[in-house]
């Protein structure tokens, strides 16, 4: 799986959205008890978006090349779409366009400056790490190591954090939320195909989810998208036990494609107690790259 077959992803991710949604909730009479189409039909979308029956259908096909914001806004409107569907919309579409080619790909990175990992280690009282688009582990502070400990202890680098809930047994006891979490992953990783569909490492990654996961092909195969900007985590580590995580999730604007990752919790709290405790095993241990990918010698 080397890139994505760009049409058909415009005609899945077009038709599921258009499946979803009843002709009551788009405010539209629904004559006749017994309609073969599930959810809205095609010239019901082109009139909720205010194109011609023949433009719409030619879009679902798969051609997204040449519409206009506006026609692009009337038909994320008919089709009410999220404000992550939106960008993914418009994301299609930009991919569609002229300067495009197939192989033209944007940077992904798994590098960073030096001063990013300076910020990183000046982040002392929360774990905090970067990645890319593709969820590669590109940077993290001691703390940051400290939490992720179980992630990082696959040999493979860089090391990924949805290849990891996906195909590790232990994400199931390090997640609390392990179906969550792997939902928001494929969610992302959706998300990211449509700014980039020519990363040949992405597609790489998602070929290798497919093949050895069935829960990812199902979540892969709903089209759906979203953001991942703010929430709360809950982990279960090994050492400090039940973790109730606050995490920001913040694009590096002078490091294009990467996202810092903040976890935090309440002054007090017995989840705030445990990353103290965890800092002060943290210090105790050896936690570089090679000491995290060593294999148990017994």
Excluded: C
């Excluded at 497919?210 to 050492?239: C, I, N, Y």
């Amino acid at each position: 799986m080397s890139q994505v077959d760009h049409r058909a992803e415009v005609r899945e991710f077009l038709s599921s959205r258009r499946a979803r949604i009843t002709p009551q909730q788009a405010g539209l009479p629904a004559y006749g008890g017994n309609r073969r189409v599930k959810g809205l039909r095609r010239e019901e979308v082109a009139l909720l978006a205010g194109v011609s029956i023949d433009y719409y259908v030619r879009m679902e096909r798969g051609n997204l090349a040449g519409a206009s914001e506006s026609v692009l806004n009337g038909l994320a409107g008919a089709l009410q779409l999220n404000e992550a569907e939106r960008a993914h919309l418009f994301a299609l579409a930009r991919a569609a366009g002229p300067g495009r080619t197939p192989g033209r790909r944007m940077p992904t990175s798994v590098r960073r400056r030096p001063a990013v990992q300076q910020m990183l280690d000046a982040i002392t009282g929360a774990p905090a790490w970067v990645r890319n688009g593709r969820h590669d582990i590109v940077a993290l502070n001691d703390l940051g190591r400290a939490l992720y400990a179980p992630v990082l202890a696959d040999p493979r680098r860089p090391a990924n954090s949805t290849r990891f809930v996906y195909l590790d047994p232990a994400a199931r006891e390090f997640f609390v939320d392990w179906e969550l979490t792997a939902n928001d992953a494929a969610t992302m990783l959706r998300l990211q195909a449509g700014r980039n569909p020519h990363d040949p490492a992405l597609f790489e990654l998602i070929g290798e989810l497919s093949t050895r996961s069935e829960l990812f092909r199902r979540r892969w195969a709903s089209h759906d998208v979203q953001f991942h900007r703010s929430g709360h985590k809950r982990l279960r580590h090994p050492v400090v036990g039940r973790l109730d995580l606050a995490f920001e999730s913040m694009d590096l604007t002078s490091e294009p494609g990467l996202t810092l990752n903040v976890y935090t919790a309440p002054a007090d709290s017995p989840t705030a107690d445990a990353l103290k405790l965890l800092a002060s095993w943290a210090a105790t241990q050896d936690l570089t790259e090679e000491a995290l990918t060593r294999t148990d010698e017994g």
